[in-house]
């Protein structure tokens, strides 16, 4: 059964560093572009990263410089690096497996003091 599970959501003040990682399991993760999406209550989804296959990255403007997306083949896991996170980050986070069209569950990001 094709899956993924994020983990390392939290409660972080403004500033503060959280690390999400994807896990993929049932599915053939080294050839399948990824990507982190996010949505704040009464707000649509949007992309935040995305990477491809070989590793190629692109960033919504508004994380450029704080965020990375990263992903280990041998793991099935793919990976975001969150720096100088801001209250306007805070949302429920999701990875998806482009090729699949299939989702992750999400976990809650929360940036206050």
């Known amino acids: 059964q094709a899956q993924l599970v994020e983990s390392g959501g939290g409660l972080v003040q403004p500033g503060g560093s959280l690390r999400l990682s994807c896990v993929a399991s049932?599915?053939?993760?080294?050839?399948?572009?990824m990507g982190w999406y996010r949505q704040a209550p009464g707000k649509e989804r949007e992309l935040v990263a995305a990477i491809t296959s070989s590793g190629i990255t692109n960033y919504a403007d508004s994380v450029k410089g704080r965020f990375t997306i990263s992903r280990d083949n041998a793991k099935n896991t793919a990976y975001l690096q969150m720096n100088s996170l801001k209250p306007e980050d805070t949302a429920v986070y999701y990875c998806?497996?482009?090729?699949?069209?299939?989702w992750g569950q999400g976990t809650q990001v929360t940036v206050s003091s």
């Open positions: 049932g599915i053939i993760f080294s050839d399948n572009p």
């Open positions: 998806k497996a482009t090729r699949y069209n299939l």
